[in-house]
């Protein structure tokens, strides 16, 4: 009975072993999908800042070019 | 007068074969039985032939005795000159060889041979009235078959007890040791009628004698059961013996009926026997005579009386019998008193005495209890041996008994406990299975979660990427109209500008990120590179600024998740920022030490500070708080004009 315990136990120890390596690796995957997901919304914040800085340029861009234009 | 059924001529144990056999076939038995079947030996023959033969039986014993070679033999040899004496009423003869032959026989181990002697010597004593002799005979006889388990003997010896009590007039007893014999012979699943016939005769003479005409009568008529038609002629006894126990209720006539047919049985069976004169020849006629000389007197026929009478007193004589000679001897005084003939009535009176006197004195009596006593003691001890051996067998049946039940339960227990090993076995190993199975699936499981996000981050990479291509086509291109167009717009110059730096930010911003998702943990080494990266760029601004980064040894290799080290390096990014942008520090010192089981992190400037209270939070110090929060750190800020400090504790 002990011995064939210690044969399921020596079974397992790999299982076991790769479900702790899959977890670790789960871990960090989910990590870096939070650093991800961080990132998202930065570049949004970042999106949305460019996209205001470029419509400034552009309105001053209008600005200096309607004068011309009228003249 | 009763006959007590032909005396019982044992001369082997299967007497009934004399009654029941034609005789030539009975001796041919006897002769088999007797000198042994395999081997015919001379010896055996002449033997055979000098019992049965009628008038050649001296010629052929002389012949015999001349080949007597063995013990055996000779214990033959005596053995049948007993047993032909005893037929023969030669009895002191047949006392003589009985005795010489059980000597021998003793020696040997021929059973019944030995019981037939001891039966023999045990008739002859009771011929001559010495009853004491003949029940000692009869017990040793069932010492022998009781040693030998012979059933059948016993019964017959109990019979022949019951016969010499009855002689002796002791009838109680003689009906206790009758009823035992008719007991046994009853019980047989192969009845013998002439077992059961003898033993009937026992039981009821005893009870004739006794003055119970009734219970005689209900006896002897049993008898009538077991023999019918032809068969009447073994049981002419029986007939007489009605015909008595009449007699004796005064019914005159019918016992004469009865005991005349019991004359015309015995002479047919003379006359079947070819004419043997042996001792029941003589015996059963002396009983006849007598009772039917009784009736004539009775019925004052007294020259009929007398006729017979000559003829009982001459058969009584000739039969050896004391029993026979003293009934006659008393019917005839009754007889001869009722004739007034007084001198011959005083004469048999005084030969009845006398013989009476010869069976009954003291000391017989005496020695007759004293047999019969030792018998019973001995008989006795042997039950108590018996039934304290029956114990010891009982105890040792419940001792084995015991240990039987002691070792079943064992075994039972054992075999519980391996059914309890096996159940237990397979519990387990479909507790494993089970284990297995839950382990195998929660690695599919995991595998497939872990592919999800492969695939997501995958998605998440290609994006960055994307983003990262496209900010530096922003920056190039902004930079390119900068350079091309020359803007004297100094506004529009502006704009560009920041939309460049912006873009620069963020690229910066997002390599920080992609670096914190490609390591899978963070140290405190490759936060110090990174940030020396940053200060160096920093730098590239502002020359004059001094930056100290100071890591303790022990933590140099300590470890990070890239979510901790993530934070940690934006915070400390942050704080840096801010000493460069806001505090216009020249000295910036940033010291990472273990306390206790704790990280203290200390950025400390040596900028112009704020007022921590009144200086609305921005962005970026919520931003920092909220980082330390997430990694369960604390975050204090303290500030004043020589400087601002800031300590975060993990």
Known sequence: MFSERNAFASKLEPLEQLMIQLNEDCKNQSLQIQLSEDLKVKMKEVNAALSRNIFDLNYQLFEDSYPKNER | ?650
């Open chain 2, 1 to 650: 007068m009763r006959d007590d059924i032909k005396n019982f001529n044992i001369f082997t144990i299967f007497i009934v074969y004399y009654l029941r056999m034609k005789k030539q076939q009975f001796f041919l038995l006897i002769g088999l039985l007797v000198f042994g079947v395999s081997k015919a030996q001379d010896i055996k023959n002449t033997l055979g032939k000098a019992f049965t033969s009628q008038d050649s039986s001296d010629y052929y014993f002389k012949i015999a005795k001349r080949l007597i070679k063995t013990q055996a033999d000779e214990a033959q040899y005596f053995f049948c000159k007993n047993a032909r004496c005893t037929d023969y009423n030669q009895l002191d003869s047949a006392i003589i060889y009985g005795n010489r032959a059980l000597k021998l026989l003793h020696a040997g181990n021929d059973i019944p041979s030995l019981l037939t002697v001891h039966n023999n010597l045990s008739k002859v004593y009771r011929k001559q009235g010495q009853y004491d002799k003949a029940v000692d005979y009869c017990l040793k006889g069932i010492r022998i078959a009781e040693k030998e388990k012979r059933e059948n003997w016993i019964a017959f010896f109990n019979a022949m007890l019951s016969l010499t009590y009855h002689d002796f007039e002791s009838y109680p007893k003689g009906i206790y040791y009758g009823k035992k014999a008719l007991k046994y012979w009853v019980s047989q699943k192969e009845k013998s009628p002439d077992m059961i016939s003898n033993a009937l005769n026992a039981v009821a003479i005893n009870f004739d004698d006794w003055d119970k005409p009734d219970s005689a009568l209900f006896y002897h008529k049993q008898v009538f059961k077991y023999y019918k038609g032809k068969d009447t002629l073994y049981i002419g006894g029986t007939y007489n013996n009605i015909g008595n126990t009449l007699l004796k209720q005064r019914k005159y006539k019918e016992a004469k009926r009865w005991i005349t047919a019991a004359l015309r049985i015995n002479d047919k069976n003379f006359e079947l026997s070819q004419g043997s004169k042996d001792n029941d020849y003589y015996y059963e006629r002396a009983t006849n005579y007598t009772n039917l000389a009784t009736i004539a007197y009775k019925l004052d026929d007294f020259n009929e009386a007398e006729k017979l009478f000559e003829k009982a007193y001459w058969f009584s004589k000739k039969s050896n019998n004391a029993e026979k000679l003293r009934d006659f001897y008393m019917q005839r005084a009754l007889f001869n008193k009722e004739r007034n003939n007084l001198s011959k009535a005083v004469e048999d009176q005084e030969h009845y005495i006398k013989l009476r006197d010869s069976v009954f004195d003291v000391q017989r009596a005496q020695t007759f209890s004293e047999l019969e006593a030792k018998y019973q003691n001995e008989k006795k001890e042997k039950q108590l041996l018996q039934s304290k051996a029956e114990i010891r067998e009982r105890e040792i049946e419940i001792k084995n008994k015991n240990m039987q039940f002691l070792i079943l339960g064992l075994i039972s227990i054992a075999l519980i406990c391996i059914i309890y090993l096996v159940y237990r076995q397979q519990k387990l190993k479909i507790k494993q299975q089970e284990q297995e199975f839950e382990l195998k699936s929660a690695i599919v499981k995991i595998e497939t979660q872990n592919k999800l996000q492969e695939q997501r981050l995958a998605i998440s990479r290609d994006l960055h990427d994307n983003i990262g291509s496209q900010l530096t086509f922003i920056i190039s291109s902004v930079d390119n109209i900068k350079y091309a167009f020359d803007l004297k717009n100094e506004k529009l110059d502006a704009k560009l500008s920041n939309i460049s730096s912006f873009a620069k930010d963020t690229i910066i911003e997002l390599r920080d990120t992609i670096w914190a998702m490609n390591k899978s943990q963070i140290s405190f080494e490759d936060l110090q590179t990174r940030i020396h990266n940053f200060v160096d760029k920093a730098k590239e601004v502002k020359q004059e600024i001094q930056f100290n980064f100071f890591v303790d040894s022990d933590l140099k290799e300590r470890k990070f998740s890239s979510i901790e080290g993530m934070n940690i390096y934006r915070t400390i990014q942050e704080a840096i920022h801010n000493s460069i942008k806001y505090a216009e520090a020249k000295n910036i010192d940033i010291k990472v030490k273990k306390t206790g089981e704790q990280i203290a992190i200390e950025i400390k400037d040596n900028g112009k500070g704020f007022e921590v209270a009144g200086v609305e939070k921005g962005n970026g110090l919520l931003n920092m708080q909220k980082r330390i929060a997430e990694i369960n750190g604390q975050f204090n800020l303290q500030s004043s004009e020589s400087g601002t400090q800031i300590n975060i504790i993990l």
